[in-house]
């Protein structure tokens, strides 16, 4: 009977059972609750729209840019010729400075994508207006609203762009506005609860 006493307890001691080392699957769920919760709070709110409606100012400022840039190098005449029919920002150098843009001269279209097209926004940067495309002494080619950048980098007339997601309830409306005398350009976003626009740099 001692011989069996004794194997019993060694058996007893055999089966004891330990928890294995690592995590329960709710622990894991738990922590990953909390992981996502904290992304949530930190991480900003992705606009899609409102990034399309920046990419697309912005490639209006660097088309300006470049044309000035490519006026001064050159020492000839570059036109901006803004086409609202076809939602398109068109660059062409008149490399004999002739006024005409022929086939043979260099020319780079911007088109807008993704929904976004020039629009009349509800007001204007100083006062309303009823034209994509404000200028006070805009060109023309084509019937299209132009501006040219001379030699010496500077604008043949002021000029302020309007552009916009498609319409929904929470239209994103852009502006860029250039200087005639320096050719330099900054761009505006409209804030709609306050109905003013305020400067892109700035926000």
Not at 17 to 32: D, F, K, P, Q, S
Not at 91 to 99: T, Y
Not at 154 to 161: H, W
Request: with cysteine; hydrophobic share 40%; charged share 15%.
């Amino acid at each position: 009977m001692g011989g069996t006493g004794s194997s019993g307890n060694v058996m007893s001691s055999g089966c004891r059972l330990h928890r294995a080392a690592g995590y329960t699957l709710l622990e894991v769920l738990i922590v990953m609750v909390m992981i996502a919760v904290l992304v949530a709070i930190a991480s900003p709110r992705l606009n899609a729209p409102r990034y399309r409606a920046d990419a697309a100012i912005q490639m209006f400022r660097n088309a300006f840019t470049q044309a000035q840039r490519t006026a001064l190098i050159n020492q000839y005449d570059v036109l901006v010729i803004i086409d609202t029919v076809h939602q398109t920002l068109k660059v062409s150098e008149d490399a004999n400075n002739d006024g005409i843009i022929e086939s043979s001269e260099h020319s780079d279209s911007y088109p807008l994508t993704d929904g976004i097209r020039f629009v009349v926004p509800p007001t204007g940067l100083d006062s309303d207006v009823s034209t994509p495309v404000v200028g006070s002494q805009l060109g023309s080619v084509g019937g299209l609203p132009t501006i040219t950048f001379g030699r010496d980098g500077a604008a043949t007339s002021d000029l302020q762009l309007y552009i916009a997601t498609p319409s929904d309830p929470d239209r994103i409306y852009r502006a860029v506005e250039l200087v005639q005398s320096t050719g330099l350009s900054d761009w505006y976003l409209y804030t709609a609860t306050a109905g003013i626009w305020a400067q892109g740099g700035l926000r």
